[in-house]
């Protein structure tokens, strides 16, 4: 089965500063989807942005970009000018068509201002 | 609005207590599914179901029920819950298994099994 892994539990960024979340997974497939949500208090699940492994060019939406490296099954998520409302926990999920999404176990984030 | 609705949003319950967490989703998906969240584990798939009257077990179907007679509800059941069953449910839906836009969540119910 595929897993996917955050290594980093707890990340602390200063506020406007840049961070970058990790996320490593490991597949055998060439097609798949992957996705970072994002978990504030509140509980609600997020979607903050998504690659298709097919697509060389990283995705980004605003502030956050990832930097998706296919060969070393990578996908980073980079948010820039960090705000507080950016505090939150942080899933990479990696999806292959007609399977399920795979969660990595979170990173918490927390913005110091 | 576009939404999956998950009630309750908590609940305290004792051991051996029969309990059902509700789900409902207003999009017309085919595909449903139930996740648990804990700490240092991440979401891990319960059930998942493909359409009316089509269910399967995910990685930690354990101790867990479904039903899918209604293509917009997707109840959870606890028989018997037990301690170990305390975390936070998360519902969620898609037009597809493999939809590339991922999935609406449900806002979470927490559970605690005392």
Known sequence: AQTVTQSQPEMSVQEAETVTLSCTYDTSESDYYLFWYKQPPSRQMILVIRQEAYKQQNATENRFSVNFQKAAKSFSLKISDSQLGDAAMYFCAYRKDNNDMRFGAGTRLTVKP | EAQ?????RYLITVTGKKLTVTCSQNMNH???????????????????????????????????????????NFPLILESPSPNQTSLYFCASSHRRGDIYGYTFGSGTRLTVV
Do not use: A, C
């Open chain 2, 4 to 8: 999956v609705t998950q009630n309750p």
């Open chain 2, 30 to 72: 085919e595909y449903m599914s139930w996740y648990r969240q804990d700490p240092g584990l991440g979401l891990r798939q319960i059930y998942y179901s493909m359409n009316v009257e089509v269910t399967d077990k995910g990685d930690v179907p354990e101790g867990y029920k479904v039903s899918r007679k209604e293509k917009r």
